[in-house]
C-alpha cells in the first residue's frame, strides 16, 4: 500500500490533460479557456514556448490549464488516448506539427487539425496517419474569437473510431440551441468535415457580398446617411434576415469614429481573403455545380482590390446621368431586404447542392438537416433562416434543392417581384449588384424547362464535332451532323469538363 507521500508523487506523475493544443494565437487561447471553464484540463503548447509562459501568467491564470515547453513534454502530460489539437496555419505547418508529434504517440492516438485546412490535404492526412495506426481528425470551428471563447461552431470529419473520444469536449464547449441541443456533431469520413467548413465559409463570401450590395443601394441609389442605414439593418434583423452577419452592420453603420462621424465612412474600400471562398469555387468548378453566387462574391472582392485602376476608370468611363433610385425609400428599403432574402435562399440552395455532389463523389453520408443545426449557432453564418432549412430536411432528407422545398418555394415566390424591380432599378442606375444579379440569374434558369444550351451544342459541333443529343431519341445516343459538308462524319470522343 503506499504511503501518502508516496500517492502524492504518483499522483504529480499521473498524467492529467485531457486535451492539449497547440497554437496560442487568439483562437486556441480561448478555445483553451472554453475547454477549462467546461471541467476539461488542457495542456497548452507553441512554438515559441515563451507564449506559454505568459498564456499561464495572464490569461490562464487561476485555471487547470497546464503548460508544456516541448512536444514530448506535452505529450506526456496526456491521458490516454491522447488527444492533440492543432490550431495553426493551414498548409505546411499542420503537416510539419504532424511529423513532429507522430514519433511520440502510440497506437489509437488522435491528432485533431482545428484550422481551415483544404480538405484534400484532410484527406490525405487521414488515409496517411491511419496507416500507422493513429487516428486523425479534421475539424472546421467556426465563429472567431467570441465563438471560440463562448461556443463555436464545430464541424469534425476524420477516422470515426476517434469521434467517442472527443464527442464530450466538442459538444460541451460548442454553442447551443434550440433547447441545449449542441451545434457540433459527426459529419463523416476523411476530408468531410473540413469541407464542410469550406461551403459554410463560401456561403459567408456570398451573404457578406449581399449584404454589401444592400448598403451601397441605400448609400449611393436612396442617398441614405449611415445612421438611416443602421436603423434599416436594426429592423431587419428582428425578422427573416435576423442573423449574426446582419447584426454586425448594424452594429458598424452605427460606431461613431473619434469626431463623432460613422467610422465605415473612413475604411478603405478594398476587400481581403485568405482562399476558402476560392477553394470552394474551385472544386465547385470541378464538381460541375453552378454556385455562381459565391464566384461573384469572391470575384467582387477580386474587384474591389484593383482601387487605383477603379479610381483611374471612374475618371474615364461613365454610366447612367443619374445614379439615384427613383423610388420612395421606404418602400425601396423594404424591396431590398426582400431582393437580399431572396438571393441568399439561391445561396444556400447552391450551397447544399455543392455538398451533396460532393457527398456523392466521396462517398459521404451527410446529414444535411444536422449541418444546418451545427450552422445555427455559434458560426459567422448563424442565423434564424437556418432552422428553415433543418425543417426542410427533416421533412425530405432526399430534397434535391432547397427553392424546391414548400417554404422556400413560397419565399421566392412572395419576393419575386421586389427582387427584379431591385435589380431592375439598379441596373438603370448604374450600381453594381452581381450577387443579387447572378442569384436572380440562377434561380430564372434553374426553373426553365428549355434553356439555349441547343444552339451551345450545336456550335460545338460545328466547329468541333463534339456531338449532341436529340429531344426525339432516348438520352446517352449522341449524334454528329457534317454541318458544312466538307467534314465528314468522324465525331469527336464524347466527354464532359
Known amino acids: 500500500m503506499l504511503s501518502a507521500a508516496s500517492f502524492f508523487l504518483w499522483a504529480l506523475m ?36 515563451s507564449k506559454v509562459d505568459e498564456f499561464l501568467a495572464k490569461e490562464a491564470k487561476g485555471t487547470k490549464v497546464l503548460g508544456a515547453h516541448s512536444i514530448e513534454e506535452m505529450v506526456k502530460k496526456l491521458k490516454r488516448p491522447r488527444r492533440v489539437m492543432m490550431l495553426v496555419k493551414a498548409g505546411q505547418p499542420v503537416d510539419d506539427f504532424i511529423t513532429q508529434i507522430a514519433p511520440h504517440l502510440e497506437k489509437g492516438d488522435i491528432i485533431i487539425d482545428g484550422g481551415n485546412s483544404l480538405y484534400q490535404d484532410t484527406a490525405r492526412r487521414h488515409k496517411n496517419l491511419e496507416a500507422k495506426g493513429l487516428l486523425y481528425i479534421g475539424t472546421g470551428v467556426s465563429g472567431g474569437e467570441e465563438g471560440a471563447r463562448r461556443g463555436p461552431s464545430i464541424m469534425p470529419g476524420g477516422s470515426p473510431a476517434a469521434w467517442p473520444h472527443v464527442k464530450a469536449i466538442f459538444q460541451s464547449v460548442s454553442a447551443k440551441v434550440e433547447g441545449d441541443i449542441p451545434c457540433c456533431d459527426w459529419v463523416g469520413q476523411g476530408g468531410a468535415g473540413h469541407y464542410v467548413k469550406m461551403v459554410h465559409n463560401g456561403i459567408e463570401y456570398g451573404d457578406m457580398q449581399l449584404i454589401c450590395e444592400a448598403y451601397q443601394l441605400m448609400r449611393d441609389g436612396l442617398g441614405m446617411s449611415a445612421d438611416e442605414m443602421h436603423q434599416a439593418f436594426t429592423e431587419w434583423n428582428t425578422g427573416v434576415l435576423d442573423s449574426y452577419l446582419i447584426e454586425i452592420t448594424r452594429d458598424i453603420l452605427g460606431y461613431k469614429d473619434a469626431d463623432g462621424s460613422p467610422l465605415v465612412d473612413r475604411i478603405l474600400d478594398t476587400a481581403g481573403q485568405k482562399g476558402t471562398g476560392k477553394w470552394t469555387v474551385i472544386d465547385a468548378m470541378e464538381m460541375g455545380i453552378p454556385i455562381t453566387l459565391i464566384a461573384e462574391a469572391v470575384f467582387s472582392r477580386c474587384v474591389s482590390a484593383l482601387k487605383e485602376e477603379r479610381v483611374a476608370a471612374s475618371k474615364v468611363l461613365k454610366g447612367p446621368a443619374n445614379s439615384k433610385l427613383s423610388a420612395e425609400k421606404k418602400v425601396f428599403v423594404d424591396a431590398i431586404r426582400d431582393a437580399l432574402y431572396a438571393s441568399k435562399i439561391v445561396s444556400y440552395a447552391q450551397g447544399y447542392m455543392l455538398m451533396r455532389a460532393a457527398a456523392n463523389e466521396n462517398g459521404w453520408d451527410l446529414n444535411y438537416g444536422g449541418i444546418a443545426l451545427m450552422w445555427r449557432g455559434g458560426c459567422i453564418i448563424r442565423s434564424r433562416f437556418l432552422g428553415k432549412i433543418k425543417e426542410a430536411f427533416d421533412k425530405n432528407a432526399q430534397l434535391s434543392n432547397l427553392l424546391l422545398d414548400p417554404y422556400f418555394t413560397g419565399e421566392v415566390q412572395r419576393c419575386q417581384p421586389a427582387w427584379r424591380e431591385v435589380i431592375a432599378m439598379a441596373v438603370k442606375a448604374g450600381i453594381p449588384v452581381p450577387a443579387l444579379g447572378t442569384a436572380l440569374a440562377f434561380f430564372d434558369g434553374y426553373r426553365t424547362a428549355n434553356l439555349p444550351a441547343n444552339l451551345l451544342q450545336a456550335q460545338r459541333d460545328y466547329f468541333g464535332a463534339h456531338t449532341y443529343e436529340r429531344t426525339d431519341k432516348p438520352r446517352g445516343q449522341f449524334f454528329h451532323t457534317n454541318w458544312t459538308g466538307r467534314g465528314g462524319d468522324t465525331a469527336s470522343s464524347t466527354y464532359n469538363v
Open 14 to 49: 499521473e498524467p492529467q490533460g485531457d486535451i492539449a493544443l497547440i497554437g496560442l494565437a487568439v483562437m486556441g487561447q480561448n478555445l483553451i479557456l472554453n475547454m477549462n471553464d467546461h471541467g476539461f484540463t488542457v495542456v497548452a503548447y507553441n512554438r515559441t514556448t
